[in-house]
């Protein structure tokens, strides 16, 4: 399980102050209010960045981190990634779960068939998507709905779904 959740990516500076803009890749903004630091993936070493000021402008976050007091040194974090331990990362609630968790489980029909690992969850409007692969198959996309998944299992590594009428036909053209 990994130990790290993406929660933004710094897209570009805010004025001349440090200050950075943050795309947003959690679905709760008013959760940067409430955190302290974040780890920056520098790429070759993660960087910790206590987080001084916080505030949003349309679907940004605009963060300021205690020690960066200007636009040039605010602008060596462009298009890095910022994470959150998982100690800090948003509480789930009951059939929830964190989609790096989720990515690698195997994946079996409640009639026993292997369908493969769940390999990317695409998020949609209404709900999210599970992509299933298994080698020498086309990929079964899966509506990750009460209907469908029917057991998690992470400390085992496996899911049990339940394949609607017509969903393998649907994902074979």
């Known amino acids: 399980m990994e130990d790290l ?20 890749t959690t679905d709760d903004l008013a959760r940067f209010k409430e955190l302290q630091s974040v ?9 910790h960045l206590e987080i ?12 300021k981190f205690k020690g960066i007091d200007n636009r040039n040194d ?5 298009k890095k990634s910022l994470y959150v331990t998982r100690e800090n990362a948003v509480k789930l609630k009951e059939d929830e779960y964190f989609i790096a968790d989720l990515i690698g489980l195997s994946v079996l029909s409640d009639e026993g068939e292997d369908l493969g690992e769940l390999v990317e969850v695409l ?7 599970y992509v299933l692969h ?3 198959s086309s990929d079964i996309l899966l509506p990750a709905i009460k209907d469908c998944v029917r057991e998690v299992d ?3 590594g496996r899911m ?14």
């Open 5 to 24: 959740f993406q929660v933004g990516i710094i897209t570009s500076m805010h004025g001349v102050r440090g200050e950075v803009k943050v795309f947003p």
């Open 134 to 136: 298994k080698e020498g």
């Open 154 to 156: 992470l400390q085992g």
């Open 160 to 173: 049990v779904v339940h394949l609607l009428a017509g969903l393998r036909e649907i994902n074979g053209r």
């Open 52 to 63: 001084e000021g916080v505030k949003f402008f349309k679907n940004m976050v605009i963060l």
């Open 39 to 47: 780890i920056l993936d520098m790429g070759k070493e993660k960087k």
């Open 74 to 78: 605010a602008e060596q974090y462009r």
């Open 123 to 129: 998020q949609t409007g209404a709900n999210d998507v």
